[in-house]
Each structure stands twice: as structure tokens, then as C-alpha cells.
Nanobody, 123 residues
Framework: QVQLAETGGGSVQAGGSLRLSCAASGYTSSSACMAWFRQAPGKEREGVARLDGAGLIMYLNSVKGRFTISRDNAKNTLYLQMNSLKPEDTAVYYC?????????????????WGQGTQVTVSS
């Protein structure tokens, strides 16, 4: 059973940066698609960035140019570097692992989820 644990959340002012980490324990596949999702209060969870097993990266339009997803297979860790943060980025951020190499932002692809980490951006 894979367990995912996010760290790195916190409170920052607009324009600031945070780096989220997602450490995977248990059996993991370096070729599995992994992604970051977020859920703001009163809103549905949405996909923010994903990295599939072939190295293809996709971003939510509103974070393009500001967020960068990456993974270190040797450390079984997924990252999300978030720069130029805006108040609308405030949400609980989750990492997720799919059970396949290729995926979309559809949650049906993802079988393992972390517990989430809070990101709060003040204006």
C-alpha cells in the first residue's frame, strides 16, 4: 500500500513562494502518473499539475508560468514549486498517484492520495 505525505504548506503574502513536497512510502512506480490537486473552501477539487510516466507535464491554465512540478525518483518524492503566489491560490493541496502511466486530471485515474497541506496566500 502506497502512502503519500505532503509537506511544505504554510502562509505567505501575495508574490511569495512555497515548495510543496510529497513523499511516497511503500511500493511506488517511477513510471506512474502523479499530480497535484487543490481544493479551495466551497469549491470542487481541481487538478493543478501532473507529470505522467513519459515525462509529459500539464498545468492548470491559471498556474502556468508560476508553478513547476517535478519528481525525484531516487527519493520517491514529488514536488510543486509555487512562485508569484496569489490569494486565489489559497487551498488545501493534495498529491495523488495514478495506477497507470498516462492520465488526465480526472480523479478516476488516481488511487492513492495524501492527506493534504494548507496553503494560504494573503493580499
Amino acid at each position: 500500500q502506497v502512502q503519500l505525505a505532503e509537506t511544505g504548506g504554510g502562509s505567505v503574502q501575495a508574490g511569495g513562494s512555497l515548495r510543496l513536497s510529497c513523499a511516497a512510502s511503500g511500493y511506488t512506480s517511477s513510471s506512474a502518473c502523479m499530480a497535484w490537486f487543490r481544493q479551495a473552501p466551497g469549491k470542487e477539487r481541481e487538478g493543478v499539475a501532473r507529470l505522467d510516466g513519459a515525462g509529459l507535464i500539464m498545468y492548470l491554465n491559471s498556474v502556468k508560468g508560476r508553478f513547476t512540478i517535478s519528481r525525484d525518483n531516487a527519493k520517491n518524492t514529488l514536488y510543486l514549486q509555487m512562485n508569484s503566489l496569489k490569494p486565489e491560490d489559497t487551498a488545501v493541496y493534495y498529491c495523488a498517484e495514478a495506477n497507470q502511466r498516462y492520465c488526465s486530471f480526472s480523479e478516476r485515474h488516481y488511487v492513492n492520495w495524501g492527506q493534504g497541506t494548507q496553503v494560504t496566500v494573503s493580499s
